[in-house]
């Protein structure tokens, strides 16, 4: 179990440097995929079987396609440079060292509390079940506000032009 998530966690943080580091914006958007199924294997790994699928299902899926329809629908040009880079790598460089010394001594310094218990067995049951009575209209108020949206999207890069 210890090796496999050394090997999930190489992957992982590799396809988001991947990622970051990539001049090609679409191959940066494919690399963000194995980067968020990877942090869905982690889930996996913790027994957090909801979480992996939420994972897999919103970022996964429904994010990276909101973004690769981002990308076709406005790039223009060279597709091979279109993620260039910024004049201020240092800096940002620097505060990314920065966050990561803070969230290393945070994680240093936390007295993490240990569980006897053992994980619930089932969890997408329950939640499934709130979500589909008690909750039901924050779940469908939130799948009619994406729809909008992705609405407005195509409508604004679509570039409406005037009929005379």
Do not use: C
């Not at 943080?13 to 679409?26: E, P, T």
């Not at 240092?90 to 936390?110: D, E, R």
């Amino acid at each position: 179990m210890n090796i496999m998530f050394w090997i999930i966690a190489v992957i992982t943080l590799g396809s988001a440097l991947l990622m970051v580091l990539n001049k090609n914006i679409f191959h940066s958007a494919l690399f963000m995929v194995v980067t968020f199924l990877g942090v869905a294997a982690i889930y996996m790994m913790l027994q957090a079987d909801f979480l992996a699928a939420v994972q897999i299902l919103v970022y996964g899926g429904a994010i990276t396609i909101f973004i690769i329809f981002g990308i076709m629908l406005t790039v223009r040009g060279n597709m091979k440079q279109t993620n260039l880079f910024s004049k201020n790598a240092a800096l940002a460089g620097l505060v990314s060292l920065a966050l990561i010394v803070i969230n290393a001594i945070m994680v240093l310094m936390t007295d993490w509390p240990v569980s006897e218990n053992a994980p619930p067995v089932e969890t997408v049951g329950h939640i499934a079940e709130l979500m589909l009575t008690k909750f039901i209209v924050p779940f469908e108020v939130v799948a009619v506000l994406l729809l909008v949206a992705l609405l407005g999207a195509i409508i604004i890069a679509k570039e409406v032009k005037k009929t005379s």
